[in-house]
């Protein structure tokens, strides 16, 4: 059983059924969520995608070749990343059904993921840096997955929203009670900025949870916590951007377009914490202890 | 953080409590906070010690941390006699108008007592494992508040006291003022380092750089299909505690300075015990074993509250082994960092120390060895090392096409005006022989310098505490749900039915308000 062409053929099965997902989703969208059906076909699709990077993954675990879990390079934590990011849409969709309308988008970034992930699929490293020699590294990468895969898809959320807020009209209308003499329900818009909270809400324990694993992790390996390094600030950055979203959004009663544009913002460091930083070390040549996981 | 101020501010507004109300504000704690994203991206394009001379360690950027965690302290002080009371003390009874704003409210008649209707709907939520405090008016009104995960309204203020206690290990932990240190300590394989707050000698018995083979199906050089990656960094190293020279019994010998040239200089001791000795600044010193330990990336060794990481290396020396034109072996240490040698002059910048092949006769009673090898005959050079040697070919560090290093050796003339001239021979790997002249030269090993990082840090186990509280804060704030249910139940006029209303606060963000409510209402009695 060769395993390395059932990883590549698992990851590539992937895209397609996120591609469906979408698709479906989008027609489940058309028909204004009449059919339940096309929404759990959606579904389906999605998590048949989480199931093949899950699949692709593990095959790339019982390599001979590979001396641990596959966790280290850009291409593997890519894959973890969309299990997270399209897990996180797989639990939160049929909670929320205003929220459908993400779907489509969630799984066009998440597309976007594995595309980047394919240009960075390398073969399995058969030697670690000494540097990645830890217990923390399982540690430290479950709790990446754990906070940005939802942090993705509020990430997403929140874009939607601010769209709306600045499109207006229906979108930012409070809608009709559910049920006779009810209350009226609140926007669509609304509804987005609320399940963005949410998501984050349940991030950004991860996310620092992240940062101080990696703090203590590199203290054990280099022999200090925090070294200002790149990627180490521009996780603290998306961090303490995060903290002002909170901190607004529940104390300082900063709701809609505001709390939205900030939580995009929160987004965007992510991704440069993620991807970008790299490419920042090599613009800017500044030195960097992590460019080794691209 | 909160935007009013409370009652820890003097009532008159002056300049203290003004900065006090401004420091509780969240909307100056959401400006410091993107103030310190925004400068803390601009410092990551800079060069790392540019950084750190403009904005790291400059006092506006660490006066903005300052600010942010007095904001966290002034926040967490101003908000928590809020939150006591509230957990405590928590308004039970509201009027039947508030009653008809909550979230999902109804409200039903029913034919009962009070007391039975109020009971019901209080074993309703009970069963629901909700804390329930009841309130009857002198009316006949019962007010039922029904809450769960209470402990959430303490999330925001573990979390701030965490950062205080965070900041506070990390001064304690970094500044030297306070107790910790940290510094480096560069130790050669066979010899000892002392490190002088614990009084700890830390011996260097081998420093190992272990390969590995990486097999490429597309190799970027040609012919090339086997890599080599650096796989670890191994430094076996003795910690030893000095011990007084009157109980080692110290045998001091002289080295045999008639031998060859280049005779060694200086003295060498040993103890009867065969025990091991330092000099520290001209002085001995014995050593006692305390422990021993191996250092690797990830694998610090930690003696008398001191961590030793392995932090680098550094290349010290290279041991070869010459056999002059007399058939005299010698072993020699070849130091690469030495400062250039007068012998080396017109030869490429390398650090190279002469060896003498063919030369003088031994050096004269009262004669300088060096000079006397200066003024003619043939020496060699080793003009440095590489780590990377394939093929006759030195290779780029980082190439990662070979592990084995070699030396480049060179041959020196010095002529009667004292004039040097070097040949290159070539290059010599670990373990070869090259014969130059009458006499030859094997390249045995390379001598390494294993480079601990030492650090002192006593506030590391508040740092973890700091950060276990903060653990538990994040997951009350953001994790624990927080439910309150608020009910109350109101005698009628006619004395046969009362009218019971259930509703949750306005801030509910469920989208099962009503299904909770309409729940509550089918306990009370028919």
Redo the contacts between chains.
């Keep these: 059983m060769n395993l390395e062409l059932i990883e590549m053929a698992l990851y590539q099965a992937a895209l397609p059924a996120f591609v469906l997902g979408g698709v479906v989703f989008l027609a489940h969208l058309y028909l204004a969520g009449r059919s339940a059906a096309t929404f759990w076909a959606g579904w389906v699709f999605t998590l048949i995608g989480v199931l093949a990077l899950v699949g692709s993954l593990t095959a790339r675990s019982f390599q001979p070749e590979t001396p641990r879990l596959p966790l280290t390079t850009m291409f593997e934590i890519t894959v973890l990343v969309q299990i997270g990011a399209a897990g996180t849409l797989l639990v939160v969709l049929p909670r929320?059904k205003e929220l459908r309308l993400a779907g489509p988008l969630v799984l066009a970034v998440v597309a976007a993921l594995w595309a980047y992930g394919y240009s960075k699929h390398r073969?399995i490293?058969?030697?670690?840096?000494?540097?990645l020699?830890?217990y923390?590294l399982q540690i430290h990468v479950a709790t990446a997955v754990l906070s940005y895969g939802p942090l993705f898809m509020s990430g997403v959320t929140s874009i939607m929203a601010s769209v709306m807020y600045l499109i207006g009209g229906e979108y930012t209308k409070k809608r009709p009670p559910e049920?006779e003499g009810?209350?009226p329900r609140p926007s669509i818009a609304d509804r987005f900025e609320?399940w963005t909270y949410?998501i984050i809400?349940?991030g950004?324990?991860w996310l620092?949870?992240l940062i101080?694993t990696g703090a203590?992790w590199a203290?054990?390996?280099?022999?200090?916590?925090w070294g200002?390094?790149?990627k180490e600030?521009?996780s603290?950055?998306t961090w303490?951007?995060y903290?002002?979203y909170l901190?607004?959004r529940?104390?300082?009663g900063w709701r809609g377009l505001q709390a939205s544009l900030l939580a995009a913002a929160g987004l965007l460091?992510m991704i440069v914490t993620y991807v970008l930083?790299n490419w920042?070390v090599e613009v800017?040549?500044?030195?960097s202890l992590h460019t080794y996981s691209d | 953080m909160s935007d009013s101020t409370k009652a820890a501010v003097p009532e008159e507004k002056g300049v203290a409590a003004q900065i006090w109300s401004l420091l509780g504000s969240i909307k100056f704690a959401v400006g410091i906070l993107l103030l310190i994203a925004a400068a803390s991206a601009w410092g990551t394009t800079m060069e790392m010690s540019e950084a750190y001379e403009r904005i790291w360690s400059t006092v506006w950027y660490r006066a903005l941390l300052g600010i942010i965690l007095l904001s966290a302290v002034v926040c967490t002080v101003d908000r928590f006699d809020g939150v006591l009371r509230r957990v405590r003390e928590p308004k039970v009874e509201v009027s039947r108008k508030v009653m008809g704003s909550l979230k999902g409210h109804r409200k039903k008649r029913v034919e009962s007592d009070p007391v039975l209707a109020a009971d019901a709907l209080e074993a309703h939520l009970r069963e629901r494992r909700f804390d329930v405090r009841r309130v009857e008016s002198g009316s006949g009104e019962i007010s039922l508040l029904a809450r769960k995960g209470v402990s959430k309204l303490f999330g925001a203020a573990i979390v701030h006291v965490s950062l205080v206690i965070l900041i506070v290990a990390t001064i304690w932990g970094v500044s030297p003022s306070f107790g910790s240190y940290r510094q480096n300590m560069q130790v050669r394989e066979g010899e000892f380092a002392w490190e002088r707050r614990s009084n700890i000698w830390v011996g260097c018995d081998d420093f190992e750089i272990i390969y590995s083979e990486e097999d490429i199906d597309e190799p970027q050089h040609e012919g090339v299909d086997t890599y080599y990656k650096v796989s670890d960094y191994i430094s076996d190293v003795t910690f030893y505690e000095p011990v007084p020279l009157s109980e080692a019994e110290i045998v001091v010998e002289m080295i045999d300075q008639t031998a060859e040239w280049p005779a060694p200089l200086g003295v060498e001791a040993a103890r009867d015990d065969g025990g091991p000795i330092a000099s520290r600044g001209g002085e001995l010193v014995g050593l006692r074993k305390l422990s021993d330990s191996v250092v690797k990336v990830n694998q610090p060794a930690h003696v008398r509250d001191i961590d030793y990481f392995q932090s680098a290396y550094d290349l010290d020396a290279v041991r070869v082994t010459v056999t002059n034109d007399r058939g005299v072996t010698e072993s020699h240490d070849i130091q690469l960092q030495d400062a250039m040698d007068p012998s080396t002059m017109g030869l490429p910048p390398r650090r190279t120390v002469p060896l003498l092949i063919e030369g003088p006769d031994p050096p004269a009673e009262g004669e300088d060895a060096a000079e006397g090898a200066m003024d003619q005959g043939l020496m060699v050079t080793v003009m440095g090392m590489v780590q990377r040697y394939e093929d006759g070919m030195a290779l780029p560090a980082g190439s990662m096409m070979t592990p084995d290093p070699a030396v480049q050796v060179a041959q020196i003339t010095v002529d009667d005006q004292g004039r040097v001239e070097g040949i290159p021979i070539g290059w010599v790997e670990q373990g070869e022989t090259v014969a130059i002249g009458e006499g030859r030269l094997t390249f045995d090993e390379p001598i390494y310098y294993t480079i601990l990082e030492v650090r002192h840090q006593p506030g590391v186990w508040l740092l973890m505490v700091g950060f276990a509280i903060a653990g538990v804060g994040l997951v009350l704030a953001f994790w624990v749900p927080f439910r309150e249910i608020r009910a109350k139940v109101v005698p009628g006029r006619d004395g046969d039915t009362v009218e019971a209303m259930v509703g949750l606060p306005r801030s509910y963000r469920g989208d099962d308000a009503g299904e909770i409510t309409a729940a509550a209402m089918k306990a009370l009695p028919e």
Excluded: C
């Excluded at chain 1, 490293?125 to 540097?131: F, Y």
């Excluded at chain 1, 203290?219 to 916590?225: I, K, P, Q, T």
């Design positions: 929320a073969e490293e058969e030697t670690l840096q000494p540097a020699k830890s923390w049920e009810g209350e609320e949410r809400a349940f950004f324990p620092t949870a101080v203590i203290n054990y390996a280099w022999g200090r916590a200002f390094d790149p600030m521009w603290a950055i303490f951007i903290v002002a901190h607004a529940l104390r300082s460091a930083v920042i800017f040549q500044v030195e």
